[in-house]
């Protein structure tokens, strides 16, 4: 079976973005480099771009990763709160959907309280403060 794992590009901010993520998940990062550790004379990074995150990881679960890079300003801008991808995350108990809830809500928006939805999973919806969405369940039923 495949697994699948989100990537996520930010606009300079990867590096804060998943130090908020680890401490809602806790676990370490099992990858982070920057764009200056491929710098050479044949590709050249900018000065401005060279501490930018070129991949960063963070394992979560049974062998789930939550992965980003940051774009280099010569690329531009991706559109982080423009986007309607959402990072959708299953978890076995109400405890720990509101653990996450909470944590990954914190200074974000809230667009769907976490409770119980019509279709008898425990759910909730928000983006986060860098502007991720993220869906928070819980189906009783698979306990």
Excluded at 9 to 14: K, S
Excluded at 66 to 85: F, P
């Amino acid at each position: 079976m495949a697994i699948i794992n989100p990537y996520i590009h930010f606009n300079g901010n990867a590096e804060e973005a998943f130090t908020f993520y680890k401490s809602v998940f806790g676990g370490d990062f099992s990858k982070i480099s920057r764009y200056e550790d491929i710098s050479s004379d044949q590709y050249p990074i900018p000065e401005n771009d060279s501490n930018r995150i070129m991949h960063i990881v963070l394992p979560i679960g049974k062998g789930n990763s939550l992965m980003a890079s940051d774009t280099l300003t010569s690329m531009g801008q991706v559109m982080e709160k423009d986007n309607r991808y959402t990072v959708f995350i299953s978890v076995e108990s109400q405890e720990e959907a509101v653990k996450l809830f909470i944590g990954l809500s914190n200074g974000g928006t809230i667009e769907m309280p976490i409770g119980y939805s019509p279709w008898g999973n425990y759910f909730g919806m928000f983006s986060d403060k860098f502007g991720v969405q993220w869906m928070i369940d819980f189906d009783p039923k698979n306990i």
